[in-house]
């Protein structure tokens, strides 16, 4: 089991670019044994996934969020980011990393089809976007 940990700015100005890190400990995230996704929680909603990193550097979106969101790496730092540009108050969340062990491209559909059986997650961090 891998150990995750999310940094980012706590608070972001509408219109400007979000930016979130979560750094990777106890596994390589260039290796095939993990997908790296990235999940939001917005104040009264569910968990929304955002979009995953596979080991080999391949990068794959939620459709909704596919036009704002990106997803890259660091592989000297163990570490994978996503950047979500012209952000506004809805953008507004706690963002998990989180280590999916079978390598979905959509996790969205592995829940809803019942393929999903575990996640290693993140503790979280809380981003606002407020002027």
């Known amino acids: 089991q891998v150990q995750l940990q999310e940094s980012g700015p706590g608070l972001v100005k509408p219109s400007q670019t979000l930016s979130v890190t979560c750094t990777v400990s106890?596994?390589?995230?260039?290796?095939?044994?993990?997908?790296w996704n990235w999940i939001r929680q917005s104040p009264g909603k569910g968990l929304e996934w955002m979009g995953v990193i596979a080991y080999d550097g391949s990068t794959y979106y939620s459709a909704s969020l596919k036009s704002r969101a990106s997803i890259s790496r660091d592989t000297s730092k163990n570490q994978f980011s996503l950047q979500v540009t012209s952000v506004t108050p809805e953008d507004t969340a706690v963002y998990y990393c989180?280590?999916?062990?079978?390598?979905?491209?959509?996790?969205?559909?592995?829940?809803?089809?019942?393929?999903?059986?575990?996640?290693?997650w993140g503790q979280g961090t809380q981003v606002t976007v407020s002027s």
């Open positions: 106890g596994g390589s995230i260039t290796t095939s044994d993990y997908a």
């Open positions: 989180a280590a999916d062990p079978q390598s979905h491209i959509d996790l969205a559909l592995a829940v809803r089809i019942g393929t999903l059986k575990r996640l290693d």
